[in-house]
């Protein structure tokens, strides 16, 4: 089969659909849809997600030094696309999609409810790459929805409708 020139740009494909919950050092919370995502270590557990520094959420993970990745399956695929095409800075974007955000357990990121699986991280650095700042998160904990985790803790990706 001949090769002919593509597009550079995102040109790993597919890739996860993420959420990026986040919460700065006042409380205040917000989430961003991550295109720029994937997992960097496996000793120590470590995730990275890419952020362009012009969003909301940017100066909330810089300030907190946390955010939860929220793994999407396609039952949540209007909240997704509503938080990925609005932006808290015109106003309560959660509250108005009718996402369930509920307090981090090991981080002071918060989290979706309604996602099938969590990973909450806290900054262990950070590179900027272009156009996006990659964000380094040390895994500090992942729950699942029970039905998705086996007896050892594994959890049966197979068993999730990715968006």
């Known amino acids: 089969m001949e090769k002919v020139s593509a597009q550079i740009r995102s040109a790993l494909q597919p890739s996860p659909k993420v959420l990026v919950s986040c919460c700065g050092n006042d409380g205040e919370s917000d989430v ?16 990275m997600v890419g952020i362009v520094p012009s969003r909301y959420s940017y100066h909330l993970i810089k300030e907190s030094g946390c955010f939860t990745v929220n793994l999407v399956d396609k039952k949540y695929k209007q909240i997704f696309d509503y938080l990925g095409s ?12 009718g996402a369930k955000l509920l307090p981090g357990r090991n981080v002071k990121a918060p989290y979706l409810a309604d996602c099938p699986v969590q990973i909450e991280c806290t900054v262990a650095g950070s590179i900027v790459t272009g156009s996006h700042e990659m964000f380094i998160g040390k895994i500090e904990a992942v729950f699942a929805d029970g039905e998705l985790v086996d007896g050892e803790g594994k959890i049966d990706f197979s068993r999730i409708d990715f968006l």
């Open 86 to 97: 609005h932006s808290k800075r015109d106003g309560d974007k959660i509250t108005a999609c």
């Open 32 to 47: 961003l849809a991550v295109a720029y995502c994937g997992n960097c270590s496996y000793d120590p557990p470590m995730v």
